[in-house]
């Protein structure tokens, strides 16, 4: 599950997902704005069918909580 959010993430973040690491804050990389916010959201309803509601998704510090948030869903 791990490689699937760092594939999504990158894709998000037009990175490498070489470049990113699982415990890695998103929210400090130069590329994080509004737009990849909207970008991940978007792609986790369409790869998980899961709307994470905004308050919820603002306590998700990490990849790896990420990650664990959707697999708890």
């Known amino acids: 599950m791990i490689n699937e959010i760092i594939n999504l993430m990158a894709e998000c973040l037009e ?25 991940v959201i978007a792609k986790i309803d369409e790869d998980y069918h899961l709307v994470i509601p905004r308050d919820e998704f603002q306590k998700i510090r990490t990849i790896e909580d990420l990650a664990n948030y959707l697999e708890n869903k």
């Open 15 to 39: 990175k490498e997902p070489g470049e990113l690491k699982a415990t890695d804050e998103f929210r400090e990389y130069e590329e994080w704005d509004s737009l990849a916010y909207l970008s």
